[in-house]
């Protein structure tokens, strides 16, 4: 499986294009070490929207779902750093997902990442309801698949205040050789993943970095 754990964290933002030299620095030199030294996290990896504006994307993958709201992880977002602070409260339309890993499909990591982020019309399970969505695994350039389904309670940005919709919203990923293939993928799904839910957005991400707690542990 690509995915080792139950865990997943998904967020995403866009930055002021003044700030997104330093905001990368942050996050590849800092932010993304600091998530993954954290006991329970297995691995993150980042992403970067094809398109303008550019968007980011980062995904984290935990050995269970408690790690995300366990006291390590919880004091890590009561003790953010300085540098974090600064970022943090600059991003731009940001989305947080706390959610369970519930199905996921082929044993591959692709270049390129179809996300699709749907808003439950009803029943938020997304299997079996979405099941016919695996078989985009027998498209060319088609890697693997996995389906998130949120934590309501917990998936909110850190700045978010009360009136943020989008808590219950879940997401398919689906890993590919190609940006190419990921945006077809995105054309094609278009009316399957309807019949769970509204299609809030789906977009193409290209591969920017990852880092794994073993080699972490081992430097």
Known sequence: MVFAGEGILISSMEVRPDEEADFNEWFDREHLAERVAIPGFLEARRYESVGVP?????????????????????????????????????????????????????????????LMRLRPSGDPAMMPALAGVLEVLDQPGTASIHFVEADAGLSRPVTADSGYVGSEDCYVLIECTSEAAAGKIIARLGAPVEKYGELIDGRVFRYRMDIGASALAAR
């Open 54 to 114: 550019t968007r980011y994307l980062q995904i984290y993958n935990t050995t269970r779902f408690d790690v995300l709201n366990g006291a390590p992880y919880r004091a890590a977002l009561a003790n953010q750093t300085e540098w974090s602070d600064h970022h943090i409260s600059r991003f731009i339309a940001p989305t947080r997902v706390v959610g369970r890993l519930v199905h996921s499909a082929g044993v591959a990591r692709g270049v390129a990442v179809a």
